[in-house]
């Protein structure tokens, strides 16, 4: 009889689990969104997705700039190792950098001392977030950060000018992953690159929300579809891949 009664137990709270982690939004069947055949809506989703899917991988729902001092966390040193990942950029003095989904500029500020002759472009979908950045410059007296109001497909950044891309925890939530990179791609130098840091999602230890992870192969398999060309994975974050692409002659 307990075993019986164990089982249940298990069985509710494996369908309780379930629910929780999914939504159902019939809606979006039916709404006409005429989105180009690569992308897919689906009514059943992840909770923390948009029911977008790109080459089989669910969008996650962006991260609103209310949750803004999220990113600033004093614990994100520890867990993110931010000065290593700069390091890791190899930045040289007279390089255009964009962060996209920059957020706060918790990366931009830190990238722009070693830009000294070049500058960082901030990119953000969000006003609120871009204010905020406006905000630190002045405190910071730091003049080589420019922000830019991006849009969910295109990051307005200009053609051909840019030497690195730098994507932080941000690729994700793009609503339109494949317009984004077309455009980033354009606004490479030939010889630029393009750096995603992402929580590896291959890792089941690793306690992120599982569409805010990415594996490697994936990010891969999405980046070889805009003709970037996969250089190297260095792995060398406790929790995040640091994957390096370039736009080859
Ligand atoms: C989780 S935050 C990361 C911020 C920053 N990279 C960091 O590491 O602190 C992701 C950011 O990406 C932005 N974002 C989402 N989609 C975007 C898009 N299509 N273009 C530019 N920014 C976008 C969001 O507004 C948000 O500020």
């Not at 520890?78 to 190899?90: D, F, G, K, R, W």
């Not at 040289?92 to 500020?109: E, R």
């Not at 980033?184 to 690793?206: A, C, Q, T």
Request: hydrophobic share 40%.
């Amino acid at each position: 009889m307990k075993k019986y009664i164990v089982g249940f137990a298990v069985l509710i709270m494996a369908t309780v689990l379930f629910l929780v982690n999914f939504a159902y939004e019939p809606d979006l069947l039916a709404t006409d969104t005429n989105y180009p055949s690569y992308y897919q809506e689906k009514a059943f989703h992840s909770r923390g997705g948009i029911g977008k899917f790109y080459l089989g991988r669910e969008i996650a729902q962006v991260m609103g700039h209310q949750a803004m001092r999220w990113l600033e966390r004093p614990s994100r040193e520890n867990q993110e190792h931010p000065s290593a990942v700069v390091q890791a950029l190899e930045l040289k003095d007279t390089d255009i950098v964009a962060d996209i989904g920059a957020g706060t500029g918790y990366f931009s500020f830190r990238m722009a001392p070693f830009v000294s002759e070049g500058k960082v472009l901030a990119v953000d979908i969000q006003p609120e977030m871009l204010d905020v950045i406006e905000s630190l410059k002045q405190q910071k007296q730091v003049t080589n950060i420019e922000t830019v109001l991006g849009e969910v497909y295109d990051p307005h950044l200009p053609e051909n000018t840019i030497d690195l891309v730098l994507m932080v925890d941000t690729y994700h939530e793009f609503a339109f992953p494949r317009e984004m990179m077309e455009s980033i791609f354009n606004s490479l130098k030939i010889g630029g690159r393009v750096i995603l840091v992402e929580y590896r999602r291959e890792d089941p230890f690793i306690m992120i929300k599982p569409l805010h992870k990415m594996t490697q192969k994936q990010v891969k398999k999405e980046m070889k579809t805009v003709g970037l060309q996969w250089v190297d994975t260095q792995e060398f974050l406790p929790q995040q891949h640091f994957i390096v692409f370039a736009k080859s002659g």
